[in-house]
């Protein structure tokens, strides 16, 4: 089974900051692929933001590499999990926006949405803070 661990910033303000995100991904015990990045700057970005954008790359990098398996999302922001669960209505124009893209990049998994505790997705958020500090000291 594959399992994604998700997480994303917007540092120093929310909303308007710097939007950040990290992501893991496991195949049982073996990591197979991280990666962060910054989604931007000022308008428009949110932590909610970062975190679908985390969540995005994660599966765009799944399907690039042909990986369709079982798959288990594990993230700590309720918004996400659950409107992608289909438990929270979906009516922010960022929602609106990401919610059925990261869908239809799940199109034909077998995919379960976990939501976890902060501190037991300690280590998407280290990458997140870790590409929030790479981006400002350019």
């Known amino acids: 089974m594959i399992t994604v661990y998700f997480d994303g910033l917007c540092y120093p303000r929310n909303p308007g900051g710097v939007a950040a995100y990290g992501y893991l991904i496991y195949r049982g015990n073996e990591l197979l692929h991280s990666g962060s990045g910054i989604v931007g700057e000022g308008c428009g970005m949110t932590n909610n933001v970062a975190e679908y954008e985390g969540l995005k790359a994660a599966l765009i990098w799944l ?15 309720q918004l996400v999990i659950k409107q992608l669960k289909g438990e929270w209505a979906v009516r922010s124009e960022t929602s ?3 919610v059925p893209n990261i869908l239809s990049l799940l199109k034909g998994w077998d995919v379960r949405f976990v939501w976890i505790k902060r501190d037991a997705n300690e280590a998407a958020d280290r990458l997140s803070r870790k590409a929030y500090e790479s981006y400002k000291r350019i």
């Open 96 to 98: 609106k926006k990401y």
């Open 63 to 77: 399907n690039e590499q042909g990986i369709k398996n079982r798959i288990e999302v594990k993230g700590d922001s």
